[in-house]
Each structure stands twice: as C-alpha cells, then as structure tokens.
C-alpha cells in the first residue's frame, strides 16, 4: 500500500462502532459526532457501503446471481480500501478524530457468515489500522430485529441475506442472517478488544458511558480546531 503502514502513528484518532442493524450504533455516533462538534473538535464522520460503485456493482451481480461470495467481498473490499485512502486515513493523518459507522469488523462478520475463510478475510484488510476505540453495541437478536422488521422494511436482496440461500421469505432470511452475524459478533469482541456497550440500556445511558470511555481514551483537547479569529 502507497502511503503509511497499518501500524505507524498518525496524529488522528479513529473511533468505529459495530454491531447488528438495529443495535442502535448509528444513534450513538451520530450524538458522539455533535458532542465533539460542540466541543469545537476536527471531526470526520464516515459510513459503511455508501458508494456508487458498490451499489451498481451488487444491483447488477444479484439480478443473475453473478457474485460468489469471494467476489462479493473484494467489491466491499475494494469500496473500502478506497474511502479509507481517500478520505480515512488522509483525515487521521491531519489530525482529525474519524468517526466510522461500521469498519472492517462488519465486512469479517458478515463475510464469514457468506463462507470467506476468516483468515483470508483478515489479510484482505490488513492495510486498514485498528481503531483507538471500536465499541460494539451488543443488542440481543430479538431485539435488534423487534427494531428493524418493526415497521416492515423493503428488505434488499442481499441486505436480507437472500443469497445464502437459508429462506425464501425475505423477514425470516434476514432474521437468520442476522443471528449468524451476531455470532460473529460475539465471538470477536474480547480477540479485536471491543468496548461492549449493553444495547439495550436507556439512548442517553449508553452516550454517557460512550463519552466517559472517549474521554478516558483520547486527549481531547489535542484535536481543537483552531480559532479563525
Ligand atoms: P443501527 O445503526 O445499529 O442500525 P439505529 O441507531 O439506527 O441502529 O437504531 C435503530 C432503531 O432503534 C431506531 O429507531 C432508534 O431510534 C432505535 N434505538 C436506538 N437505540 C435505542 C435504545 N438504546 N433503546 C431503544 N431504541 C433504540
């Protein structure tokens, strides 16, 4: 990779939240992003999967079940590696606190669920750093999906998981697919060092300790944008 190694310090501090749809990580980081901004802090924020590329490539692979698992992950790969060399590490380089909703953790879970082999899925990352801080929102499966199927969402195709294959009913594809992710979940969290957040405590319980663990972490301080005046 062109630029710096996976393990080199940079000046920035990177901050990623994990868990199933529905744990309520989006919640959680999007109040941590306006409580940093508040603080006058240089702050960037960055989501999973949010590129054309990846989105035509997955419409066009799913209409004729074109996509292997293996290729299906280096398009996620590849949509990664890009936003991180662009914007991720540029930004951490000059000092900034990068907030990710969803990292590489989401591709491991839900690529191993498709059959990836775990360790080929670590190497194919290998150039993204870890994160100062990943928390993870550990929400029981039941309720995750009480919060996501709720108001009976227009489940995408592979969103629900429908290429494995495990239901033909798109709600209980999912539901399937997502007690599989959670697995994972559960089995990486003390491997990758996850600060584990009960998902189902109070919204304001749960930034409260997000910010406490923040603080502890980071020297806030360091990251002031500077006054224009
Ligand atoms: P995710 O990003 O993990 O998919 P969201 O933050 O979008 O989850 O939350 C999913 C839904 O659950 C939203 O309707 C949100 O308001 C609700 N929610 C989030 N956190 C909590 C919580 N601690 N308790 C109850 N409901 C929550």
């Known amino acids: 990779m062109i630029g710096i190694g996976a393990d080199e310090p940079v000046p920035g501090r990177l901050i990623a939240v994990e868990g ?23 702050v960037f924020f960055s989501e999973w999967n949010s590129s054309f590329l990846v989105k035509k490539a997955t419409s066009k692979g799913k209409k004729r079940q074109l996509l292997t698992p293996t290729t299906f992950s280096l398009i996620h790969s590849t949509d990664f590696a890009d ?6 590490l540029p930004l951490l380089k000059a000092g900034f ?13 839900r ?22 801080i990943t928390f ?9 999906l009480g919060r996501i199927l709720g108001g009976r969402p227009q489940l995408k195709y592979h969103e629900a998981g429908m290429d494995l294959g495990l ?40 930034q409260q300790q997000v910010r406490e663990i923040v603080g502890e972490r980071i020297d806030l301080a360091r990251f002031r944008r500077r006054s224009s005046i």
Request: aromatic residues 16%; hydrophobic residues 35%.
């Open 20 to 42: 199933l749809d529905g744990s309520g990580k989006s919640t959680q980081i999007y109040l941590l992003k306006r409580w940093l901004e508040m603080k006058g802090l240089k």
């Open 83 to 88: 936003r991180y060399e662009r914007q991720i």
């Open 97 to 109: 606190i990068v907030l990710c909703d969803r990292y590489i953790y989401t591709a491991f879970a």
């Open 111 to 132: 690529d191993a669920v498709r059959g990836c082999p775990r360790p080929w899925l670590h190497k194919l990352y290998s150039f993204a750093r870890k994160p100062d």
């Open 136 to 144: 993870f929102f550990n929400t029981p499966l039941q309720t995750a």
């Open 167 to 206: 239901s033909r009913d798109p709600y209980e594809s999912f539901s399937l697919f997502q007690g599989k992710i959670y697995q994972e979940y559960l089995a990486m969290k003390d491997g990758y060092s996850f600060e584990e957040i009960d998902g189902t405590a109070l919204i304001e319980t749960q």
